[in-house]
């Protein structure tokens, strides 16, 4: 790589005419061209004769050496875990067209060809062999692999309604979604735990993917809803009673909240509802309603029943009194099941009047009727 040197003689005669040629023999083919290779060659140096001298040769042997070589700058510039990896670029005195890259994760360790992936710092080593013209030369530089930037790109959970198995999230994530882990919480900045809600309401699923080797942490936030179940009171009755008689209690069937409901009466199946329990003979309708609660709409049913009229009866003595011509009619002591009782007279027992307008007693046979006029309630 040097410029080559001048060989020099000393000659009796035409020194100044001399010619050199070179050969990688001392007795090989002679040329004109200097050699520029390193390795041991000969020089000849020829005068030719002239009328004055005889020609002249002579060799001698010289070398030239390999040199010594460097590799001046290696550079590579890092990645992130998941790019294309880059290559290095060396400058260096010769043989850089013939570097062979090497990698190791230390400095002073083992190296391979094989170009690390995952993220963390290595060393590359740049190597050119020995040839004939130069000597070996090598260099390492560090570079670093960065940890990707993960990212949830999307989290979904479909809600579902209270009492159903609950459906599972799911996820779209740069790196790691089979390692996620989904907590739950009732506010989207709140508390997050791995119990899965079970009541209906609004809650939010967060799902994490935390930092690993390769890729840096990553979480996301969804909201989903747990419906309310559809109530129903599957069942209503309540059995009638006769007036005057004690109320029967309404029964009911329902998905849920049956110990809850609440009874009201009306007279005609879409008329005014209260609480109050009728008691006067008639139809009526009882309406069944549970309040809306945490987990269940609201549900109501109704039903038909009556309140039958009561079979009246009168209790009367049938004892024979024996009046007094001129005297007052007595108190007869007639009862009723229900209502008052009115007394009427006859002297044929057939027609009968008023007290009033029986008249006088006279002697002679009487007789009397204790009556209750019947209503809606009874006969």
Known sequence: GEAANTPSITALFGAENVVYTYSTEENGTY?????????????????????????????????ISAHANEITALTLNGWVYGEA??????TALFGSENVVYTYSTEGNGTYNATVPTDAGDYYVKATIAATNNYASAERTARFVIAKATNQITALALAGWTYGDTANTPSITALYGAENVVYTYSTEENGTYTSTVPVNAGEYYVKAAIAEAKNYTAAEKTAQFTIAKATNAITSLTLT???????????????????????????NAADGTYSTTVPTDAGDYYV?????????????ENTAQFTIAKATNAITMS?????????????DFGATAKFGTVDYTYSKDGETFVSAAKLGSLVVGIYFVKASVQGTANYS
């Open 31 to 63: 040329t004109a061209d200097s050699p520029v290779n390193a390795g041991e060659y000969y020089v000849k140096a020829t005068i030719a004769g002239t009328d004055n001298y005889s020609a002249a040769e002579k060799t001698a042997r010289f070398v």
């Open 85 to 90: 990896a880059n290559t290095p670029s060396i």
């Open 240 to 266: 009638g009673w006769t007036y005057g008689g004690a109320e029967n209690a309404p029964a009911i069937t329902a998905i849920s909240g049956a110990e809850n409901v609440v009874y009201t009466y009306s």
């Open 287 to 299: 309406k069944a309603t549970i309040a809306e609660s945490k987990n269940y709409t609201a549900a």
């Open 318 to 330: 049938e004892e024979i009194l024996n009046l007094v011509c001129g005297g007052q009619l007595p």
